[in-house]
Structures are given as structure tokens and as C-alpha cells.
């Protein structure tokens, strides 16, 4: 069965370094996101992306935060200098069409920032 | 803001009983998505619900959007072990098609 994957499944950084998340959507799938969840809390969205560019984003979703498909294949989450805060699992979720019925998770990566 | 909120948070029950999750907004959606997550993984999608008062099942699980589609509740019957997990509903909001709010989560534990 086709699914998200994720890498690294860990990712341990100094508070101030730039860290790259990536995943790799499912082949026929058209949209992309990210989403992300802080330690006992809800899962929170950060942004999707279609054809190439940002159709929506929360206000978590700030000017350190940055998403690319370098390819036809990944999609990466950039965080150009981490702060405390941003520990989190990030998850990346792909979906085939906009009705955005039917999402489907990667395994997340566990993001520490110390 | 659309906020989904789910109950009850915690729900420690035995094996072979039944159970309710309900998920209530005040917002409408055009969907909502029920998904059962387990520690270290992403969320795994159970069902959609698009229709206004329509009924899902899924083996022992029955899902329901309220007719309003502000709502949704889960059943589950005779309630086993595997069960266990955190149960997120999640709403797509009308006219819009790019983002899922999830719920508050609602943790299950089935103790046999």
C-alpha cells in the first residue's frame, strides 16, 4: 500500500540552527502539508501546498518557516533558526484531490531543539 | 478560529463494553474525518462523513455526522484491547479545501 514517508524520524538541534524536514508523498498525490504536534497537545496545521506554492498557512506558519518540492518527489519543511518552541512531531500528509477527504500521514518526524 | 472539540478527553473502560466519542463544533464543515493515532506515528484516517446525518461502520465502529455538520460522534461496541489509541476528529470547513482543523482528541484505553 503507497504511504507518506518521512526522515529523519529524529532530529536533535541547537536552539538557532536551520534544520531541513522531508518527506516524500505518495506518487499520484496532488497536495501537500505539513502539520505538526507540540508534546500532549493537538495537532496543528501548518501549511498545504499545491502546484507548486503555498495555498494556505497558519499564523504558526511564520517567516522562519519554509516549504520546497526540489522535485517530483520531495517535500521539505525548512525552519531557518529554530527557537525552543519549535519541538515538536512534524508530520507531512499528502492528499490526491482537493476535496481533502482523505489525508494520509507520514510516521512524523520528532524535531529537539535544545 | 474553528475549534473542534471532543469527549471526553480520557476514557479508561474493559474489554466488551461500549463507548461514545463525541466530536462537537460550531462551525460547519463540509467533512469530517475520524482518525485513530498511536504513540511515535502519524494519525491513521478511519472514515469521512460528508453527508448531513449520514451513518458510517466499520466493523465495530459506527460514525456519525450530525445533520447540521457541526458534529460527529464515534461508537464503538464490545470495546477489545487493539481499541486502544487516540481517537482525533477532524473537520474540512465549507468552501474552503485546503485545510483539516483536528479535534482535542479523545484518549482511549481498553483494559482486558
Known amino acids: 500500500e503507497p504511504e507518506v514517508t518521512q526522515t529523519p524520524s529524529h532530529q536533535v538541534t541547537q536552539m538557532g540552527q536551520e534544520v531541513i524536514l522531508r518527506c516524500v508523498p505518495i506518487s499520484n498525490h496532488l497536495y501537500f502539508y505539513w502539520y505538526r504536534q507540540i508534546l500532549g497537545q493537538k495537532v496543528e496545521f501548518l501549511v498545504s501546498f499545491y502546484n507548486n506554492e503555498i495555498s494556505e498557512k497558519s499564523e504558526i506558519f511564520d517567516d522562519q518557516f519554509s516549504v520546497e518540492r526540489p522535485d517530483g518527489s520531495n517535500f521539505t519543511l525548512k525552519i531557518r533558526s529554530t527557537k525552543l518552541e519549535d519541538s515538536a512531531m512534524y508530520f507531512c500528509?499528502?492528499?490526491?484531490?482537493?476535496?481533502?477527504?482523505?489525508?494520509?500521514f507520514g510516521s512524523g518526524t520528532q524535531l529537539s531543539v535544545l | 478560529t474553528q475549534l473542534l472539540e471532543q469527549s471526553p478527553q480520557f476514557l479508561s473502560i474493559q474489554e466488551g463494553e461500549n463507548l461514545t466519542v463525541y466530536c462537537n463544533s460550531s462551525s460547519v464543515f463540509s467533512s469530517l474525518q475520524w482518525y485513530r493515532q498511536e504513540p511515535g506515528e502519524g494519525p491513521v484516517l478511519l472514515v469521512t462523513?460528508?453527508?448531513?446525518?449520514e451513518v458510517k461502520k466499520l466493523k465495530r465502529l459506527t460514525f456519525q455526522f450530525g445533520d447540521a455538520r457541526k458534529d460527529s460522534s464515534l461508537h464503538i461496541t464490545a470495546a477489545q484491547p487493539g481499541d486502544t489509541g487516540l481517537y482525533l476528529c477532524a473537520g474540512a470547513r465549507m468552501g474552503g479545501y485546503q485545510k483539516v482543523t483536528f479535534g482535542t482528541g479523545t484518549k482511549l484505553q481498553v483494559i482486558p
Open positions: 500528509a499528502s492528499s490526491e484531490n482537493r476535496s481533502n477527504e482523505k489525508l494520509f
Open positions: 462523513v460528508v453527508t448531513g446525518g
